[in-house]
């Protein structure tokens, strides 16, 4: 029997002119061929037909006013090349309660609470298919049958693109979801579905989340640009392998609510928080995971949390808390880490946190490798610590962990540090060339070594201080700059059946008498000293500490770059003494001696161009070869790469430019502007207070030099009082003299391989001498500014010679200092009576006879003005501000530049320069930066004109509001 073929057309007066008409006629097993239009109909399919669209893409439309627009009631269907539009807010577009809706080529667009509803025992085969809904969610699937959704696109949803509840169990394969208000997919309920090689992207909520009794599996899928990745609460059993997380805002894994999923080759990247986050006693097994770049820590684990991680690598973590961190009563346990490259510490451990680290590899840490901090504890099995930029392992504050057959490589600093109050135990371990001592055990710390071999350290191997205990049982200690074992302490420390040798210092010194020292078969040989211990034990002074000074700069090196820079007299004996308190406070460290507390933080206050980012850049230098930073090298940051525009941004562009200067030092320019006088709103106290705390988190791994004027530098550490406890040293930087500016000039020129002639020095100390030396002088920015103008006027010069020869070209004479200055030292033909009359400069100007007249009469009133004085008779205020108005091009800022010639001329200014400024230069970007900028411009222009362009632009029509009007107030 030949299938019934059924053809519907608006116009059509051969077939039906409605859906519903051909399905009241077709049979089942009909195909029903729908012509291009819209037609508002409700169909209700109550047997197996096929409905296929026909023309291009789009051309048929079912949209009916209301309600559903197909809903299935039939065994199956066939939707084909369609697009079904719903209005209706409380209906579906497409609702399948019962049997197959088969959807090829449809576009399916809601407005209601779902597009596409599958529910009861109905099932969905849809694949090509493009689903919206801007009002409510693309498919809803509570149904006990199995659907399939392939190769769909999903976009722009007002909650969740993909909703799989109840028992429903989809495939939903190589789709793309995007633009969803809510979550990517959501699986809720018992759901058991499959979501297989997806593209997820730009949601509100978690692109995946997997809740209640849940197992939906996710494989293959790719997560990118949204705010979670994936958020796991399922108390089932959920799988996720391999899928990618990147460019996540929030934190790219989150489980929680006690979940235990399954994870397997699963990677993150680029995340602003998290890269796996697990908290609220929850579980799960993450096999063959990588999280990389993340702003805060890598992998987070807390509140009691007990994961299990196989074969896991961190890299490329920014947080310098912790790449790893493990707190709150947490229980991870690891087998197979690799924590690469982390900003600051590889792996913390707080909080009563106990976690099981097997075969972890830390590599490259910037701070220290492994933090026990805050009760922290665990245990260490065959781990591996090489080039942390701190200690290998710091522990302190009661924690107190287990380590065994772990080595512990090339430290920066201490090995293995125990600090106050810490504990610990090392069994089989290695510790091999640590930067400083191998082991330093601190006031109130403990630590037992069992069979623990220590080499290479740079200073002593093991070093007790006063207040420390230490049990030492087979241990092996060799080649140590110092001491093999130092013990400064009066408390119990046992050494036992122990090897010391090949030490440049004893092989076991106690510096103080003790009976508390116990030692039973040391074999100590080949060291650079004799023992001392018992009775003879002697304390040891400075001179007689090996290695004490090991790390004194090179007379080549920064601090001797500082001296050789011009003037600056002060500024080297203040740098000088710090340098002086950190070579002392070093050797007392090294020597086991209590070191003071000295804030290394400075302000550096003083007019601009006097060297400040200069000396900064040393001063690190210097700290790092002494031994106090690990780099020393310099971020200079200003308001704006510290400040956002918006809440919560400010503390994220201030954390990321402290955590790019740890290990050396943080230069902040005009500091005084993150405290705008008059403003307690300003974003910029929020980037002080995240100052001062991160300050004090990393108190001993940067140092901070605030830089500004000497007076609003004042004003800046009095609007905060953390600011004055953080930095109670200020160094001023004096304006250059005179002649230290000729000198700076003078190296310019030799820099760029030119050649002062005679009485050149002369001339450039007469142009120096005539400068203003305001607030705002430049300095050495007015030494380049000379040395360039010097090179022009050369240039200049030199053109009016058909053939230059070689000494000409690197000559500066007098006169390409300046035409004036040259006639002062006679260096010139030209003497100071061949200058230009500005009044004749003028006249000799075409047009503009009204000016001239105005000029003119000003110049007459002013000159009367001076007679009347001279003859001691009294003379009118006469206001020299003027307003020029017209149209561009018309000669305005020449008049005005001849108008400082003539005033300079009368006497009536000291100086003949012309400032010319426009809206830019005076309004600025917050409240209160506008009075600053506009009082600085004026302050440059004190002695001569201020010439304003453009001046109608600071009182824009119809802003009440605006910055330019405050600009106007100070002028």
């Not at 209906?91 to 509803?117: E, N, Y």
């Not at 705390?693 to 609003?712: F, I, N, P």
């Not at 005076?922 to 004026?938: I, M, P, S």
Request: net charge negative; hydrophobic share 40%; glycine share 12%.
């Amino acid at each position: 029997m030949a299938r019934q073929i059924l053809t519907v057309g608006p116009e059509r007066s051969d077939g039906y002119q409605t859906i519903g008409e051909a399905l009241t006629q077709s049979r089942t097993g009909a195909v029903i061929r729908v012509r291009p239009g819209r037609y508002a109909e409700n169909l209700v399919i109550r047997h197996r037909v096929t409905i296929v669209g026909e023309g291009e893409p789009g051309a048929v439309e079912i949209c009916p006013r209301d309600g559903t627009a197909v809903t299935l009631m039939a065994d199956a269907v066939m939707l084909s090349a369609l697009t079904l539009r719903g209005r209706d807010k409380e209906a579906a577009v497409v609702d399948v309660p019962a049997g197959q809706a088969a959807l090829d080529g449809c576009t399916v667009t809601g407005a209601g609470w779902t597009a596409l509803l599958i529910r009861g025992k109905g099932s969905l085969a849809a694949r090509g298919c493009r689903i919206g809904n801007p009002g409510g969610a693309g498919l809803v699937d509570s149904s006990e049958s199995a659907s399939i959704v392939e190769d769909c696109v999903f976009e722009n949803f007002g909650t969740s693109a993909v909703v799989i509840g109840e028992t429903a169990g989809p495939l939903v394969r190589d789709c793309r979801i995007r633009g969803a208000r809510a979550n990517g997919v959501l699986a809720s309920g018992e759901a058991r579905g499959t979501v297989e090689g997806c593209d997820i992207s730009g949601t509100d909520k978690p692109a995946i989340a997997l809740e209640g009794h849940s197992s939906t599996r996710v494989l293959r899928c790719a997560v990118h640009h949204t705010s979670v990745g994936l958020l796991v609460t399922s108390m089932s059993r959920p799988e996720i392998e391999e899928t990618s997380f990147e460019s996540i805002a929030q934190s790219g894994i989150v489980i929680s609510g006690g979940a235990d999923p399954m994870l397997r080759g699963c990677v993150t990247r680029r995340t602003k928080k998290s890269g796996l986050l697990v908290l609220d006693r929850s579980r799960g097994t993450l096999e063959d995971c990588s999280f990389h770049g993340s702003t805060e820590a890598a992998v987070r684990v807390v509140e009691g949390s007990s994961p299990l991680l196989r074969d896991t690598v961190v890299s490329d973590c920014a947080d310098a808390a912790g790449a790893v961190q493990l707190a709150d009563d947490s229980t991870a346990e690891f087998e197979g880490l690799e924590v690469l490259d982390a900003a600051g510490v590889g792996i913390s451990v707080r909080s009563a946190a106990n976690p099981l680290l097997r075969r972890a590899r830390i590599t490259g840490a910037g701070g220290h490798g492994i933090e026990f901090t805050d009760d922290g504890r665990g245990r260490l099995e065959q781990c591996e610590v090489e080039s942390a930029g701190g200690c290998a392992v710091s522990i302190d504050d009661d924690s107190d962990p287990e380590i065994s057959d772990t080595v512990l490589r090339s430290a920066a600093r201490t090995g293995l540090l125990v600090g106050e109050r810490g504990r610990g135990t090392l069994r089989d371990c290695e510790i091999a060339d640590s930067a400083d001592a191998g082991v330093g055990v601190r006031d109130g710390a403990e630590i037992t070594l069992e069979r623990v071999r220590v080499h290479g350290s740079r200073a002593h191997g093991v070093q007790v201080s006063r207040g420390g205990r230490a049990v030492l049982n087979a241990c092996e200690i060799s080649g140590s700059t110092g001491d093999g074992v130092r013990v400064d302490s009066a408390e119990p420390v046992d050494v036992a059946r122990c090897v010391v040798r090949d030490n440049k210092g004893a092989g076991l010194r106690q510096s103080r008498a003790s009976r508390r020292l116990t030692v039973e078969l040391l074999t100590s040989a080949d060291n650079g000293l004799a023992d001392s211990l018992g009775e003879s034990a002697e304390a040891v002074g400075e001179e007689g500490a090996p290695g004490g000074s090991g790390n004194e700069p090179e007379t080549d090196g920064p601090l001797a770059e500082l001296e050789s820079l011009v003037g600056l007299e002060n500024v080297k004996h203040q740098v000088n003494t710090l340098v002086n308190l950190n070579q002392l406070a070093e050797r007392r460290r090294r020597l086991g001696m209590p070191v003071p507390s000295m804030s290394r933080h400075l302000i550096f206050a003083g007019p601009p161009g006097t060297g400040k980012t200069t000396v900064a850049r040393l001063y690190g230098s210097i700290l790092a070869d002494l031994g106090v930073l690990r780099s020393g090298h310099l971020v200079e940051v200003a308001r704006a790469d510290l400040v956002a525009q918006v809440i919560g941004g400010t503390a994220i562009k201030t954390t990321e430019a402290f955590s790019s200067a740890l290990g050396g030092v943080l230069f902040i320019d005009e500091a005084y502007t993150l405290t705008p006088e008059g403003s307690s709103n300003d974003f910029g106290r929020e980037a002080v207070d995240t100052l001062l705390k991160l300050m004090e988190d990393h108190r001993d791994d940067v140092v901070v030099v605030a830089a500004g004027y000497s007076e609003r530098m004042e004003s800046f550490l009095t609007a905060n009082p953390g600011l004055a406890s953080r930095f109670t040293r200020t160094i001023e930087f004096d304006n250059y003299a005179v002649e230290e500016l000729v000198t700076i000039t003078e190296s310019l020129c030799h820099r760029h391989q030119f050649e002062l002639g005679p009485l050149t020095r002369e001339a450039l100390a007469v142009r120096f001498e005539r400068m203003t030396r305001d607030a705002t002088f430049g300095n050495g920015r007015a030494a380049r500014a000379v040395f360039e103008d010097m090179v022009d006027r050369q240039a200049f010069r030199l053109a009016a010679m058909t053939d230059p020869a070689e000494y000409d070209l690197t000559l500066l004479l007098p006169q390409d200092v300046g035409d004036a200055e040259a006639a002062t030292v006679g260096g010139s033909a030209q003497d100071a009576g061949d200058t230009s009359d500005p009044m004749a400069e003028l006249t000799a100007m075409v047009g503009l006879a009204a000016v001239k007249h105005e000029v003119a009469d000003l110049v007459s009133l002013l000159t009367n003005a001076r007679q009347r004085i001279a003859a001691g008779l009294p003379a009118p205020r006469i206001s020299n501000h003027l307003v020029f108005s017209g149209p561009p091009g018309t000669g305005k800022t020449t008049v005005a530049r001849l108008y400082a010639k003539l005033l300079h001329s009368l006497g009536v200014l000291p100086r003949d320069s012309l400032v010319e400024v426009a809206r830019a230069d005076l309004v600025g970007q917050y409240v209160g930066h506008t009075a600053q900028r506009t009082k600085d411009v004026f302050t440059s222009a004190l002695g001569g004109v201020l010439f304003i362009d453009e001046a109608y632009t600071l009182t824009p029509e119809g802003s009440s509001n605006d910055f330019g009007r405050e600009a106007s107030t100070p002028c």
